[in-house]
T-cell receptor, first 115, second 115 residues
Framework: DTAVSQTPKYLVTQMGNDKSIKCEQN?????MYWYKQDSKKFLKIMFS???????INETVPNRFSPKSPDKAHLNLHINSLELGDSAVYFC??????????????FGPGTRLTVT | AQKITQTQPGMFVQEKEAVTLDCTYD???????LFWYKQPSSGEMIFLIY??????QNATEGRYSLNFQKARKSANLVISASQLGDSAMYFC????????????FGDGTTLTVKP
């Protein structure tokens, strides 16, 4: 009965490689997010999709490309990985309706280590 | 621009005592939502409590309550009867209708509960 799942949980790769992280939610939410948490635990939003439409695109290098094939899935592809990309990447989902602000449900995180 | 400030990088509390974690926010939006999340050492992000800007009463969820002072723009989290399992990092976050409902997170407060 996992709510928000991410794969893989750990990812160790070398500089210059391309990698993808996948996220799926079974909560029926219409909005999904990617966050990056650095080594100091600062949490910063990267992207958000609402009903498969990109609605938030923060200042993130072009090497990062999100894709949402449907409302329940959001993937993150990273090209030409750099040392500074090492972080924990969280996927999250929530509802986005009317004027109510709904809480976000987070996945377990993907710890990316670039060597 | 939205901003969340958590001024306590670390806090200690004795088991069974109450503790208040501070959060101040800044926004020009009249409508916003305030959230608290818990991140234990295992890494997952757990939603704790929500307060809407138009809510008349302070939010409560079990041992968690939110001391919402709108004029002071503060949304402090109060944990009553602290337990060892409350040791974690706590993040305050805000969402507004500006910027597609993007969440802004504070830098977090690490709470340690002493036996």
């Amino acid at each position: 009965d996992t709510a928000v799942s991410q794969t893989p949980k750990y990812l160790v790769t070398q500089m210059g490689n391309d990698k993808s992280i996948k996220c799926e939610q079974n909560l029926g939410h219409d909005t999904m997010y990617w966050y990056k948490q650095d080594s100091k635990k600062f949490l910063k939003i990267m992207f958000s999709y609402n009903n498969k439409e990109l609605i938030i695109n923060e200042t993130v290098p072009n090497r990062f490309s999100p894709k949402s094939p449907d409302k329940a899935h959001l993937n993150l592809h990273i090209n030409s990985l750099e040392l500074g990309d090492s972080a924990v990447y969280f996927c999250a989902s929530s509802l986005r309706r009317g004027h109510r602000f709904y809480e976000q449900y987070f996945g377990p995180g993907t710890r990316l280590t670039v060597t | 621009a939205q901003k969340i400030t958590q001024t306590q990088p670390g806090m200690f509390v004795q088991e069974k005592e109450a503790v208040t974690l501070d959060c101040t926010y800044d926004t020009s939006d009249p409508s916003y939502g305030l959230f608290w999340y818990k991140q234990p050492s295992s890494g997952e992000m757990i939603f704790l409590i929500y307060q809407g800007s138009y809510d008349q009463q302070n939010a409560t969820e079990g041992r968690y309550s939110l001391n919402f002072q709108k004029a002071r723009k503060s949304a402090n989290l109060v944990i009553s009867a602290s337990q060892l399992g409350d040791s974690a990092m706590y993040f305050c976050a805000m969402r507004t209708n500006t910027n597609a409902g993007k969440s802004t997170f504070g830098d977090g407060t690490t709470l340690t509960v002493k036996p």
